[in-house]
């Protein structure tokens, strides 16, 4: 257990739809990261926000979005969505932006366009 | 960026040791070298990270080429349970804020046989 929460599991929806993914990084943790993992394009990071303000911007399409809140939760908002846009998407959470620290994944959230 | 090279898969037999090659020949002097394995159906799991010299750890050991355009992944005694997609990651220091931009290549697949 890497102690970083991610909620659904799984999500299934139609196009068009809007969906929330949610990430509770683990204790202490400042820094939320978000990635996508698809089968063709393998695991892209989309954003990380540090103590509630984004620190970098990935690949991540204008239909998303992102936040994290005073208690360190974040939720990536997903919209019109497409079929393409079917992947797990994986939180991770570190305790600062240094890169000699280590990144902690959740479980991911298996999202399902139909 | 500097890149990393993977071989796209490995083989071992549990119980033997498996050294992992990542080659990196851009490399640059404030570049740490981050190994991340995924096993099936999970998010990625940091595994070891070093700078110069070699480093171990309970779950591995990193050994770093004196010129620093190579490193290997050592695991010592294979189990079942290490089959996964392992990720040699290279780490730019920009303003203290690369760590979100952890880029994760297409790695090794490594397969442990009973």
């Known amino acids: 257990d890497s102690g970083v929460t991610q909620t659904p599991k799984h999500l299934i929806t139609a196009t068009g739809q809007r969906v929330t993914l949610r990430c509770s990084p683990r204790?202490?943790?400042?820094?939320v990261y978000w990635y996508q993992q698809s089968l063709d394009q393998g695991l892209q990071f989309l954003i990380q926000y540090y103590n509630g303000e984004e620190r970098a911007k990935g690949n991540i399409l204008e239909r998303f979005s992102a936040q994290q809140f005073p208690d360190l939760h974040s939720e990536l908002n997903l919209s019109s969505l497409e079929l393409g846009d079917s992947a797990l998407y994986f939180c991770?959470?570190?305790?600062?932006?240094?890169?000699?620290?280590?990144?902690?994944f959740g479980q991911g959230t298996r999202l399902t366009v139909v | 960026d500097a890149k990393t090279t993977q071989p796209n898969s490995m083989e071992s037999n549990e119980e033997e040791p498996v050294h992992l090659p990542c080659n990196h020949s851009t490399i640059s002097g404030t570049d740490y070298i981050h190994w991340y394995r995924q096993l099936p159906s999970q998010g990625p799991e940091y595994v070891i990270h070093?700078?110069?010299s070699n480093v171990n750890n309970r779950m591995a050991s990193l050994a770093i080429a004196e010129d620093r355009k190579s490193s290997t992944l050592i695991l010592h005694r294979a189990t079942l349970r290490d089959a996964a997609v392992y990720y040699c990651?290279?780490?730019?220091?920009?303003?203290?804020?690369?760590?979100?931009?952890?880029?994760f290549g297409q790695g090794t697949i490594l397969t442990v046989h009973p």
């Open positions: 204790s202490g943790d400042l820094s």
């Open positions: 991770a959470s570190s305790v600062g932006t240094q890169m000699n620290t280590e990144a902690f």
């Open positions: 990651i290279l780490l730019k220091n920009a303003g203290g804020t690369s760590y979100g931009k952890l880029t």
């Open positions: 070093g700078l110069t």
